[in-house]
């Protein structure tokens, strides 16, 4: 499974960004989904999921109530909606796919990984 993030850039505190997901060649229906970010000079952390038939999603806290994963298969594509922006959300961030099951927060547990679009919020 290839995947490939897009949507990212510059944006002012307070703005909204929607990252995609989309893959080439197999279908992400069976898949897991989840998103990543990783800011300069840290590890890579769990922003969010969502289960293989969007029934279930899951947020990191710093992220809940302002961020939104959704998906759509029909057109095998995920989505991250990001509203209210802050700096400390300026970071690649990167969309994953997992077969297993649904709610792991650990980049281990994922096993197809894209590329990584850069989100900057300025102050």
């Known amino acids: 499974v290839q995947l490939q993030a897009s949507g990212g850039g510059l944006v002012q505190a307070g703005e909204s960004l929607r990252l995609s997901c989309a893959t080439s060649?197999?279908?992400?229906?069976?898949?897991?989904m989840g998103w990543f970010r990783q800011a300069p000079g840290k590890e890579r952390e769990f922003v969010a999921a969502i289960s293989s038939s969007g029934g279930l999603k899951m947020y990191a806290e710093s992220v809940k109530g302002r961020f939104t994963i959704s998906r759509d298969n029909a057109e095998n594509t995920g989505y991250l909606q990001m509203n209210s922006l802050k700096p400390e959300d300026t970071a690649v961030y990167y969309c994953?796919?997992?077969?297993?099951?649904?709610?792991?927060?650990?980049?281990?547990?994922?096993?197809?990984w894209g590329q990584g679009t850069l989100v900057t919020v300025s102050s």
């Open positions: 060649g197999r279908t992400l229906r069976s898949y897991n």
């Open positions: 994953a796919a997992d077969l297993g099951l649904f709610g792991s927060v650990a980049t281990g547990s994922y096993d197809y």
